[in-house]
């Protein structure tokens, strides 16, 4: 009876456990649907597209603020079908309505005041950011809540568990020892529950511990849990035989047996959570437009390198800004501009060695770091190789846009021992680059040879 209850228990917390972890996957496709409809009302308040463009726009965002505020299928920018419910907390459904106003209006004024119509698309942002920030809190309470309820009952489970087999271990014993009605028990549990031997090694486990570590129990027993995870920042991670990453929190425990106390070890599957934990890590260091590493992520890149430099192999720096590019933007629009930039950093990162970084630090300004190179004159040759990607126009949206690129050098220890200098330095010899014409490579002096370092009209410093 106290074993049922405790089932019971779990079972209820279970329930709770998973309707906020639907609400939580609800808020997240609502919330992604917010911040793709800011983006497109931002590109069609910024810069007006053509005709064809802008109704197909037009038709999906007004099927989109449709669907968040009643319900309903829409098709995301991903392509993919979602099916909405209705928002539900009275501050989104606020929010919403003031965003469908601003849009009832620009529908209403498109065709007899454009521009009057262009400032109602400006103001909705400023609702659209208003839900994203209420639906981005919803989500986060719901998946607090839906984790401490899955604590709860994993604890609950290890409870039943503990409680369960003291009730049965005499039982265990009639049946010659065999455990065949423990890991019945142990089956019943939600989640993954490994029994360990005096050693350290897995005994036994139970159908959810398999399912979750995707192995069956006989490639299991015998084998030590650190062979199959490792613990990283608190949780531990692996791959399953077929590729899918694993993050799991243990939880140990003892249980009295007629061998004496019994080792166990509760396994809670935090996949979800530390891989979305990643994805964040991510967008903190790299650039959300390219996909190139940020200034933060430089940096800490700096510092590595700097500490790794050999009397034989150097450390290159290299700094790249565009020849022109602000005209492309006023000529094209910044949309544009943007899938240029993209452009280029594909191409500058398909020109680098497996060991070099290059990384977004501005609008058109890029920083290239090059490990172990053995001379200046080799790393004169990599920032040609640099330049060479821009012998060919770039083809964006069917225009056809040539772009040239400055480029400073600068190495290490020669030209400095920290990243300021380095920088500075580099800076420097790309503005001679500038100065001298455009679309060059420029080595700055060395500076321990007597040479003054060329002065730079600004300095660059990252973090």
Known sequence: MVAAGFVL???????????????????????ALVHQGSAVAWQMASSPASDATAESRQLWLGATLHALGNGGSVVSLENTLTQLP?????????????????????????HERPDMAQNELAA?????????????????????TATLMGLIAVAAGILTFITAGSLMLHQILRFARSGQMLRSMMNQIGAGVCILSSGGRIADVNRAACRMLGRPRKMLRGRRLEEILRLEDGVWTGNRPDGLPIAVERIPGTIDSHKGPMN????????????????????????????????????????????????????????????????????????????????????????????????????DEFVVLFPDVGSRESLTLLGERL???????????????????????????????DQ????????????????AGKRRVRLTAVKSAGTALPTSPRSRAIG
Request: glycine share 6%.
């Open 86 to 110: 209705p928002l539900e907390s009275p501050n989104a459904r606020l929010a919403a309505s003031k965003v469908q106003v601003r849009w009832d209006n620009f529908i209403r004024l498109k």
């Open 124 to 144: 909705m942002t400023q609702p659209l950011h208003e839900l994203s920030n209420i639906l981005s809190l919803e989500r986060n309470e719901a998946a607090r």
């Open 264 to 363: 166990i070890v509760t396994l809670l599957d935090v996949t979800a959570r530390h891989l979305t934990t990643e994805c964040l890590q991510h967008l903190a260091h790299h650039d959300p437009l390219t996909g190139l590493p940020n200034r933060a992520y430089l940096e800490k890149r700096f510092k590595d390198e700097l500490t790794d430099i050999r009397s034989d192999m150097l450390l290159g720096v290299a700094v790249l800004d565009l020849d022109g590019f602000k005209p492309v933007n006023d000529t094209y629009g910044h949309a544009i501009g943007d899938s240029l930039l993209v452009q280029i950093a594909q191409r500058l990162s398909s020109a680098l060695r497996i060991s070099d970084i290059v990384a977004r630090t501005g609008g």
């Open 420 to 435: 300021d200098s380095l920088l500075r330095a580099a800076d420097a010899a790309m503005y001679q680059a500038k100065h």
């Open 9 to 31: 228990f779990e079972s209820a917390i279970l329930g709770l456990a998973y309707q906020h972890t639907r609400n939580q996957h609800r808020l997240t496709e609502q919330l």
């Open 387 to 417: 330049l060479s990607v821009f012998n060919d126009p770039f083809q964006v949206s069917g225009h056809r846009i040539p772009m040239g690129c400055s480029i400073g050098l600068s190495i290490a220890p020669d030209d400095g021992t």
